[in-house]
Each structure stands twice: as structure tokens, then as C-alpha cells.
């Protein structure tokens, strides 16, 4: 499987302010994705990030809310812009693991917006 | 009704209990059946994986897919404090890179000593 990284670990930020998150891969992936998870809940699709070309937003999530850069095999970054009390939440980020179908999770962004 | 449904608990269960763990699905093209395991603060970190009906073990886990009745459990023996955490299931209808996986809500499990 994967190693995969996140920074920060967690923040907090104030209102209105924006947060970009990174996600490191010790591999080369095609495809990796960003999660959200709030409180007591479970993990929703923000978006697909290729490299490449464009990110592929799930239903719910815009662009200008969630601008997700993907520059190499390794690296994507995901910015929450101009954010507000509910965007708190954990930010996931995945990959497809080789060989096996399905998703390796990083340990997550603690996201605390005030 | 959510694609995936899944008891939320808590379920508190004494050390050396045996787990029942359980997702319910409605979408009959889900072929592939995935447990995550997520302690506090942490990242999901996949346990077991199965494809189509049928069991898997491995160690204390056992996997169970019943897909006529749309229905999958993880099985823990002789579970243990260490074994405390929530518990996801995941499926998928797809073999492919591009596989969307769709989540249960999280079981919390806590066993205690």
C-alpha cells in the first residue's frame, strides 16, 4: 500500500480566510481523491484529481470553493476557500492502491474554522 | 434511504467478545466489498476486501458478503481493547482505477478490558 502524507495535521483558522492542504504519495498514482468527513459522520467525495487535467467535482462541491491543483505523479494540494464555521471538518485525501481495487487514505487534515 | 446503510452504535462489548459488524446496501451492481477501520484522529485504514459473495478471513476478521440479500459483515474474534475504533464499510460497483467508493456512516466499537 501507499504512504501517503497531509499537511497541515490540523489548524484553525478564522472566518473568511482560506487553507490549502497538501497530500503527499511515496508512489506514483493516476488518480487521487479528496474527502471530507464532519463530525460523526462518514466520508463524503469533494472531488477526483487527475494529473493532468481538471478535477472532477462530486455534486455540491464547486471550483471556486474547493480549487484542487494536482502538478505530478506525487503531490495534489486541496485550497478551502474563504471558509466558514462549517467547513469544519477532517480533509481526507486517497489513492488506488496497485494491484488492489480500491482506496489508501492519508491521516486526514483536522480543519477547525472559528 | 442512503445507498449504504450502517448502525452507527456505539457498540461496547467486554474483551474476548465476538463482533458483528453489518452494512446494508441497495445498489445490486456493488461487486466489491471493502471494511476500513479509523481510530480517533487517524485516517481510514483498510482491513479486509472481498469481491462478490462469500467469506474471507484473515487473523481474527472474517468478511461476509451476501449479496442477495444485500447484505455484508465483518466478524471480530476474540476482540480486543486495541480493536476500538469506528468501523466503515465501503462498496463499489467498479474493477477499475477509476472506482467510486460509497461509504457506510461508521460503526464505533469499544471494547473494554
Known amino acids: 500500500s501507499a504512504v501517503i502524507s497531509q499537511k497541515p495535521s490540523r489548524d484553525i483558522c478564522q472566518r473568511g480566510t482560506s487553507l490549502t492542504i497538501q497530500c503527499q504519495v511515496d508512489s506514483q498514482v493516476t488518480m487521487m481523491f479528496w474527502y471530507r468527513q464532519q463530525p460523526g459522520q462518514s466520508l463524503t467525495l469533494i472531488a477526483t484529481a487527475n494529473q493532468g487535467s481538471e478535477a472532477t467535482y462530486e455534486s455540491g462541491f464547486v471550483i471556486d470553493k474547493f480549487p484542487i491543483s494536482r502538478p505530478n505523479l506525487t503531490f495534489s494540494t486541496l485550497t478551502v476557500s474563504n471558509m466558514s464555521p462549517e467547513d469544519s471538518s477532517i480533509y481526507l485525501c486517497s489513492v488506488v492502491g496497485g494491484g488492489v481495487y480500491t482506496q489508501y487514505f492519508g491521516p486526514g487534515t483536522r480543519l477547525t474554522v472559528l | 434511504q442512503k445507498e449504504v446503510e450502517q448502525d452507527p452504535g456505539p457498540l461496547s462489548v467486554p474483551e474476548g467478545a465476538i463482533v458483528s459488524l453489518n452494512c446494508t446496501y441497495s445498489?445490486?451492481?456493488?461487486?466489491?466489498f471493502m471494511w476500513y477501520r479509523q481510530y480517533s484522529r487517524k485516517g481510514p485504514e483498510l482491513l479486509m476486501y472481498?469481491?462478490?459473495?462469500g467469506n474471507k478471513e484473515d487473523g481474527r476478521f472474517t468478511a461476509q458478503v451476501d449479496k442477495s440479500s444485500k447484505y455484508i459483515s465483518l466478524f471480530i474474534r476474540d476482540s480486543q481493547p486495541s480493536d476500538s475504533a469506528t468501523y466503515l464499510c465501503a462498496m463499489s460497483a467498479y474493477n477499475n482505477a477509476g472506482n467510486m467508493l460509497t461509504f457506510g456512516g461508521g460503526t464505533r466499537l469499544m471494547v473494554k478490558p
Open positions: 445498489n445490486s451492481a456493488f461487486q466489491y
Open positions: 472481498t469481491y462478490s459473495s
